[in-house]
T-cell receptor
Framework: GNSVTQMEGPVTLSEEAFLTINCTYT??????LFWYVQYPGEGLQLLLK?????DKGSNKGFEATYRKETTSFHLEKGSVQVSDSAVYFC???????????FGKGTMLLVSP | NAGVTQTPKFRVLKTGQSMTLLCAQD?????MYWYRQDPGMGLRLIHY???????AKGEVPDGYNVSRLKKQNFLLGLESAAPSQTSVYFC?????????????FGSGTRLTVV
């Protein structure tokens, strides 16, 4: 079956530091890949996506590249802010009904 | 604001009680989903629906039932609540019109079963 593995958190960084959150996946076929963000007390919001190999998704300074050869979709940001503190979920979808399989989430804590 | 609305936002149940969680979306999305979120477990799919009148089981369907009588509503029922069903429940919707369009999530229902 499908699965998504994310690095465990929390990831603790100082403001303006470089961020990487690792995500690898197992899936049949050619899935679409997503990063979602969850701020405290809220639902998940789509952060970025990539639908085919070598695509780069980007939004709000975050980037992730769909690497089929390494089955990875690592999330990066060059300079994090305190407001980026949240839980980040990697997810994939490869079924005709678009059901998403999520990783367990990685908490990011950014201090001033 | 258009989107996905979940009611109630919080609820405390006693073991054995029943309740229904309501999810409503106003985006004319075809697909709707119920997930539960537990610490260290991420989000796990309970049930989903690909259209009015249709439902299907997800990864963790036991103890739950669902109905999709109207396209805009997706109800999640607990017939006899158990402490193991203490969780945060999220509803989401999506459209099949575009590949990789992603989900729109509600803000969640925090359920405690005592």
């Amino acid at each position: 079956g499908n699965s998504v593995t994310q690095m465990e958190g929390p990831v603790t960084l100082s403001e303006e530091a470089f961020l990487t959150i690792n995500c690898t996946y197992t899936a049949t076929g050619y899935p679409s890949l997503f990063w979602y963000v969850q701020y405290p007390g809220e639902g998940l919001q789509l952060l970025l996506k990539a639908t085919k190999a070598d695509d780069k998704g980007s939004n709000k300074g975050f980037e992730a590249t769909y690497r089929k050869e390494t089955t990875s979709f690592h999330l990066e940001k060059g300079s994090v802010q305190v407001s980026d503190s949240a839980v980040y979920f990697c997810a994939l979808s490869d079924s005709g009904y678009s059901t998403l399989t999520f990783g367990k989430g990685t908490m990011l804590l950014v201090s001033p | 604001n258009a989107g996905v609305t979940q009611t109630p936002k919080f609820r405390v149940l006693k073991t054995g009680q029943s309740m229904t969680l309501l999810c409503a979306q106003d985006m004319n999305h075809e697909y709707m989903y119920w997930y539960r979120q537990d610490p260290g477990m991420g989000l796990r799919l309970i049930h989903y629906s690909v259209g009015e009148g249709t439902t299907a089981k997800g990864e963790v369907p036991d103890g739950y039932n669902v109905s999709r009588l109207k396209k805009q509503n997706f109800l999640l029922g607990l017939e006899s609540a158990a402490p193991s069903q203490t969780s945060v429940y999220f509803c989401a919707s999506s459209t099949p019109d575009r590949e990789g369009s992603g989900y729109t999530f509600g803000s969640g229902t925090r359920l405690t079963v005592v």
